[in-house]
């Protein structure tokens, strides 16, 4: 399934050329996936679990603390950016779903859902770093995360199509440039 969305789009993902590549007849296939639509959403939840358990920023492999307050901010939204390969061909396949996902009110309200959750945690990473003192105690924490996940986005966006202008350096120049305007709000 990741061979044909990474080489035909989600416009391309279809039963009979997932069983193609697989070797495979339709038939078969059909047995786990009845329809199209029951293809893109096993993509989707298949991206999601592989999204979720990429490693963080927020949790070190060397076992070290993670990250606090602002640090911890940063952490969160540098996991969401194309940085990388992986970190590239997964937004990819995002932002292609999105199309679908907003012509499926089921595979809307699954993406709703899940930058929702985003959202929620990272409220939680702000609300920390307005305890320290890192970021406005007056602002609402919610619209700050909001505010914040919206400029990550829009950042992936740029960065999938004109990744020789936003390299993975860029990218982290503009969320820190984005991040120190919040932080000076604080001051």
């Keep these: 399934m990741w061979r044909v969305l990474s080489t035909r789009g989600f416009e391309g993902l279809t039963l009979r050329a997932v069983a193609a590549e697989l070797g495979a007849s339709t038939g078969l296939l059909t047995h786990y996936f009845p329809n199209k639509r029951a293809l893109l959403s096993h993509a989707l939840e298949e991206l999601d679990r592989r999204s979720l358990a990429r490693p963080r920023r927020t949790a070190p492999a060397d076992g070290s603390a993670p990250p606090a307050g602002l640090a911890r901010v940063r952490a969160s939204l540098l996991d969401v950016l194309p940085l990388d390969g992986e970190a590239a061909a997964d937004n990819r396949i995002w932002v292609g779903s999105w199309d679908h996902a907003l ?5 809307a309200a699954a993406h709703a859902g899940r930058y929702a959750r985003s959202r929620t945690a990272l409220t939680a990473h702000v609300a920390d770093a307005q305890r320290l003192g890192e970021l406005p105690a007056r602002a609402d924490p919610a619209a700050l995360a909001a505010g914040a996940q ?3 986005l829009g950042l992936v966006v740029q960065a999938l199509f004109a990744p020789e202008e936003f390299s993975a350096e860029r990218q982290t120049e503009l969320l820190d440039a984005y991040l120190a305007g919040l932080a000076g709000l604080a001051g």
């Excluded at 012509?103 to 595979?107: G, K, N, Q, V, W």
């Design 150 to 152: 919206a400029f990550v």
């Design 103 to 107: 012509a499926d009110p089921e595979l």
